[in-house]
């Protein structure tokens, strides 16, 4: 069943306490980079449309449970008051009297946002008194930040069992349904293309993808890890000698499901990840034992855009090398430009691979990129997730 969603909602006159994720980088004062704030303004807009009052909620940083000048919502504001055009005060706490009566004295149409919920430690904490003082605020809940949904604290799992209805914004609500498309019902065949540092990060993703994909691309650091298992010297590339074991079941399983795994069959290798003595493309056979492995080469490249092409859908997750680092972000960018050109649905999540699409120039043609972080993997890796759950169904 579906997963109530905020135009599902009669907000008329309503208060809406509305979760979002605005945990943005803060750089001498002012917001450093506001993508999480522009895609919380959709739902906004929606709910002010509707003729409600807006109580904009959020964490920021680790304040570690107590006020901290460091971790203050007040640039975020800030912010928002220029992409909105209009006035959003910050109440100076996210509790007690003075934001009660603030509260109580919204008009429809005004929008506050509260001081960042991590300074009580109760938010983390799913203080269940905690999360009733946060209800008490509102008439509605409606949880639009996904990139949180992994996390049970008292504003996004507590706070429903005071508060109802409790819907997704349309943030949230195009997450679930980009995830959903890729694992209820996906275009066949499917692949997943998996990247970064180490194996022992994607074993349970790998782990649950292996029975809904028909190919897996493996890159990256990890990919170390798997080339040794299958007995390559590998240099001094990255390498989990404890997941050697972990790899070879995970290969094993793929033959006996009858999924493809593919593996980089040449790398370009140097001494250090700041150093360009001895850079070169090797084939996987044939790694220096003094150099170590940090792209994919051009013939891994040619082979995963060949097996992409056949694909229908593509889950991306992890780059492919040490794409921040300009000779070795050939292998991340040309994959990168095979998702975008197989003409698959494809998704993509994690902080890395966004700014790898970017790089190359792509993320206009990607199906869908996630914001979310934490949530996505998990939510990959079959977990059910406690932001999610506490939403109501649609009747």
Not at 87 to 114: F, I, M, Q, R, T
Not at 161 to 178: D, F, T, V
Not at 313 to 324: K, R
Request: some cysteine.
């Amino acid at each position: 069943m579906a997963t109530l969603g905020v135009d599902h909602l009669d907000l008329g006159g309503k208060r809406v306490f509305l979760r979002v994720d605005l945990n943005v980088p803060i750089e001498n004062g002012r917001v450093g980079e506001d993508t999480r704030i522009r895609a919380a303004l959709p739902t906004v807009e929606r709910c002010l449309k509707a003729g409600a009052s807006v109580i904009l909620a959020s964490h920021l940083g680790r304040p570690k449970g107590k006020p901290d000048p460091r971790f203050s919502l007040k640039p975020v504001a800030t912010r928002l008051e220029e992409l909105l055009g209009r006035p959003v005060p910050l109440l100076p706490d996210c509790v007690g009297p003075e934001v009660s009566a603030a509260v109580a004295a919204l008009k429809p149409g005004d929008v506050v946002l509260l001081e960042n919920l991590r300074f009580h430690q109760e938010e983390e904490a799913n203080d269940p008194e905690f999360a009733r003082a946060l209800a008490s605020l509102a008439d509605v809940y409606v949880d639009d930040a996904f990139a949180a949904a992994h996390r049970a604290h008292a504003s996004i799992e507590g706070i429903t069992h005071y508060l109802k209805p409790a819907a997704a914004g349309l943030l949230m609500q195009r997450e679930l349904e980009a995830l959903g498309r890729i694992f209820e019902k996906p275009e066949r065949p499917m692949a997943a293309l998996l990247g970064g540092a180490k194996v022992s990060d994607k074993l349970a993703l790998v782990e649950h993808l292996l029975s809904r994909v028909e190919l897996v691309l493996i890159g990256g650091g990890m990919a170390f890890t798997f080339l040794s298992a299958l007995g390559y010297s590998v240099g001094r590339s990255l390498l989990e000698s404890d997941r050697l074991e972990a790899a070879r079941t995970i290969l094993a399983r793929a033959r006996s499901l009858g999924v493809t795994v593919r593996l980089p069959v040449d790398v370009v290798v140097a001494s250090g990840l700041d150093s360009t003595e001895g850079i070169r493309t090797v084939g996987v056979r044939e790694i220096p034992a003094d150099l170590m492995g940090l792209d994919l080469g051009p013939l891994t490249v040619a082979q995963f855009d060949t097996a992409l092409k056949g694909s229908k859908t593509i889950l991306w997750n992890g780059p492919m090398g040490v794409f921040e680092k300009a000779p070795f972000a050939a292998g991340t960018v040309g994959v990168a430009r095979a998702v975008a050109g197989s003409g698959a649905f494809s998704v993509i999540g994690g902080g890395d691979t966004i700014a790898a699409v970017q790089l190359a120039g792509v993320s206009d043609r990607i199906g869908y990129i996630s914001t979310a972080g934490g949530a996505f993997l998990e939510f990959l890796e079959g977990r059910t997730l406690p932001g999610v759950a506490a939403l109501d169904q649609a009747s």
